[in-house]
């Protein structure tokens, strides 16, 4: 009897491929060597049975950890696996019926059975600067599809029901032959429903979904920032077939602020002080974001001389702190002077020139 070859080399892969890398190489080999594409061809229906075998076992974690270490030997003294007798689709997944509609036709009927979760859904939100920083809660109105009230989402007529499919009596599958195994397929009729609507309702047309209007709460966290996403999960559209919601996705746009700057947590704005408070000092006032306070400006004060306001920022999303609040002196100087102002500003500058010359 001749020695099985490798099952990592009859499929072409690395010994440390993973599950993915032996899934694709399998079915690359199986369409190829498929004996329906290569009828009568006998080293073809070894080659596709050869491969098939490596893959039952590859495919199997615990089989695979036996063969690793103690070869087809292992395998054999475990019970006969690795061997393509009494072999069957079952454990093998989508593969097969991958393959299959490959040979057959049917597209992706199997996928379209399923149940289907809802869409996702976008919504641009604006809010303002202060909102922002403190947090509000919205509410916002959009339209999604819902589940129609007048079939509860079922898609038939109210006082009918779904009709039991005739072609697969209901199971959502159909055998059929393909070389020398047997395969499940997802029912063409029913889509795998094992039913049919033979009336559909008239107020969803037998989708089983109408668009809606709805209102939804939205609540914006203290801190959250410009362009920031928040996701609402299973506020999106309803699902087919009794699919999951899709989640809702609500983009917030900030509003500039009439003369506060965010960078980060911290916010920072400028304030005018006329240059005679600069020069002999004074106290002014200073707008927050909670109100104003009272800011000492020493005397001899430069424009673009930066003070900081501790705890007066915004409050971190995540809840780690409170930033600052800077403030950038900006010296305003007259530009409308009477001729007395004009006058004791001359004598100013003469009594600083006079100072320089002593």
Known sequence: MAAKRDYYEIL??????SSEEIKKAYRQCAL???PDRNPGEKKSDEKF?????????LSDPKKRQ???QVGHEGLASQGGWGGTSGFSAAGFGDIFEDIFEDFFGGGSSRRRARAQRGSDLQYALEISFTEAAFGVEKEIELEREEACSACKGDGAKPGTSRSTCPTCHGSGQILASSGFFSIARTCHRCQGQGSFIEHPCAACRGQGRVAAARKIKVKIPAGVDNESRLRMT???EVGLRGGPRGDLYVDVVVSPHEFFVRRGNDILCEVPVHFVQAALGAEIEV???TGTVTLKVPAGTQTGKIFKLKGKGISSVRGDGIGDEEVTIVIETPTHLSDKQKELLRQFAALGAEKKKS
């Open 49 to 57: 049975k050869e491969a098939t075998e490596a893959y039952q076992v």
């Open 32 to 34: 190829l060597h498929h």
């Open 12 to 17: 072409s892969v690395s010994r440390n491929a």
């Open 66 to 68: 036996i063969y690793d």
């Open 287 to 289: 707008p927050t974001l």
């Open 234 to 236: 299973g506020e999106g």
